[in-house]
T-cell receptor, first 115, second 114 residues
Framework: GAGVSQTPSNKVTEKGKYVELRCDPI?????LYWYRQSLGQGPEFLIY????????DSGLPNDRFFAVRPEGSVSTLKIQRTERGDSAVYLC?????????????FGEGSRLTVL | GENVEQHPSTLSVQEGDSAVIKCTYS??????FPWYKQELGKRPQLIID?????GEKKDQRIAVTLNKTAKHFSLHITETQPEDSAVYFC?????????????FGTGTKLQVIP
């Protein structure tokens, strides 16, 4: 597609449930990022993929969070045993790739609400 | 890791006046400094960036300055217009292990009063 696509755009779930958020990056972009944005805050780095591998997952807050990118394109962020504090907008971004600082192309985000 | 601080958190200016947003960073390895604009309910979008080999860059009404010695950089918007109203984020990125990890500031909500 022309831009980064994220689904669902909105997700409401109950505390303790499992959630998956999907990101489809710009075609040809090898680098993919997940960020979390809480109300009134800047995007907070979660994890970065270069191709299929997670190059840096240092931003994942705990072991309830996990992300995969099995074929080097679409990525899924998985959150187990959701907590109310997980409520935020989860942003995905892609860029051209390694060693090339440049524009992050963001998706519209997935707004997660944990009741 | 990198820490980016941004201020002010909110800024109100009259239409036509200038607006300045300032950021500091902690990691001397950072060499790329983008600025993103996020309108309400929208995705962040790059408006301008600067690399460490230059001290200033300008694009129409927007300019960025960088002081690597002091580890701070600023966004300047001149002749502000109502459509400039948005949240602005600065960011810093070091090349680490061959890739870029972009760390964002906490944002400045700019309101341009007509």
């Amino acid at each position: 597609g022309a831009g980064v696509s994220q689904t669902p755009s909105n997700k409401v779930t109950e505390k303790g449930k499992y959630v998956e958020l999907r990101c489809d990056p710009i075609s040809g972009h090898t680098a993919l990022y997940w960020y979390r944005q809480s109300l009134g805050q800047g995007p907070e780095f979660l994890i970065y993929f270069q191709g299929t591998g997670a190059a840096d997952d240092s931003g994942l807050p705990n072991d309830r969070f996990f992300a995969v990118r099995p074929e080097g394109s679409v990525s899924t962020l998985k959150i187990q045993r959701t907590e109310r504090g997980d409520s935020a907008v989860y942003l995905c971004a892609s860029t051209k790739g390694v060693g090339n600082p440049g524009e992050l192309f963001f998706g519209e985000g997935s707004r997660l609400t944990v009741l | 890791g990198e820490n980016v601080e941004q201020h002010p958190s909110t800024l109100s200016v009259q239409e036509g006046d200038s607006a300045v947003i300032k950021c500091t960073y902690s990691d001397s390895a950072s060499n790329y400094f983008p600025w993103y604009k996020q309108e309400l309910g929208k995705r962040p979008q790059l408006i301008i960036d600067i690399r460490s080999n230059v001290g200033e860059k300008k694009d129409q009404r927007i300019a960025v300055t960088l002081n690597k010695t002091a580890k701070h950089f600023s966004l300047h918007i001149t002749e502000t217009q109502p459509e400039d109203s948005a949240v602005y984020f600065c960011a810093a990125s070091p090349l680490s292990g061959g890739y870029q990890k972009v760390t964002f500031g906490t944002g400045t909500k700019l309101q341009v009063i007509p």
